[in-house]
């Protein structure tokens, strides 16, 4: 079984701060994808991303995915309070379309 | 709006009874993921269907059974319900299976068992 970690589990920055949220596994995934969640409402999905070293950014958000494709970094600049949510990585595995998914970072943004 | 259509919203029964979970994906997509979510183990992934057959089993209960359909909405059924089957129910759905399929979640459906 691929596992996924998250880390930190939770965090609570000031507005205007930096933040990086790391998902780390010992397994290679074909793709990863990064989703935002909020109270009661499904995961939305934020990026995804397929190759090795791949960057991609999405405003204030960069999403890095390692070279060896087990694990990822999204790094946010400048957080404002509606970045709060529940952050989740998801790995899709090479072998079918299932998506293993960390237990999520809980971002708090104060102002 | 993710384009992924789930029904019921809230869902309240009692244990040992059953019931039917909807999803409707979006248009165009062919493959249907069941995940459930619970507050101490996170998203699961249940099972996935593609084009109307299974084609992915996680950790899904023997209780627990789901199909899909030729129009490819999906449905899950939960019987025998306990009181840990609480949890929230999502449905997302793919284009297409592959190792870069990208899925989108619907808002879930929240089952209470009491």
């Known amino acids: 079984t691929q596992l996924l970690e998250q880390s930190p589990q939770f965090l609570s920055i000031q507005e205007g701060e930096n933040l990086t949220v790391y998902c780390n596994s010992s397994s290679v995934f074909s793709s990863l994808q990064w989703y935002r969640q909020e109270p009661g409402e499904g995961p939305v999905l934020l990026v995804t991303v397929v190759t090795g070293g791949e960057v991609k950014k999405l405003k204030r958000l960069t999403f890095q995915f390692g070279d060896a494709r087990k694990d990822s970094s999204l790094h946010i600049t400048a957080a404002q309070p509606g970045d709060t949510g529940l952050y989740l990585c998801a790995g899709g595995e090479t072998s079918g379309s299932r998506l293993t998914f960390g237990e999520g970072t809980q971002l708090t943004v104060n102002p | 709006d993710s384009g992924v259509t789930q029904t019921p919203k809230h869902l309240i029964t009692a244990t040992g009874q059953r019931v039917t979970l909807r999803c409707s994906p979006r248009?165009?997509?062919?493959?249907v993921y069941w995940y459930q979510q619970s507050l101490d183990q996170g998203l699961q992934f249940l099972i996935q269907?593609?084009?109307?057959?299974?084609?992915a089993k996680g950790n899904i209960l023997e209780r627990f059974s789901a199909q899909q359909f030729p129009d490819l909405h999906s449905e899950l059924n939960l019987s025998s319900l306990e009181l840990g089957d609480s949890a929230l129910y999502f449905c997302?759905?793919?284009?297409?299976?592959?190792?870069?399929?990208?899925?989108?979640f619907g808002q879930g459906t929240r089952l209470t068992v009491v």
């Open positions: 248009s165009g997509d062919l493959s």
């Open positions: 269907y593609y084009n109307g057959e299974e084609r």
């Open positions: 997302a759905s793919s284009k297409e299976p592959g190792s870069v399929g990208e899925a989108f």
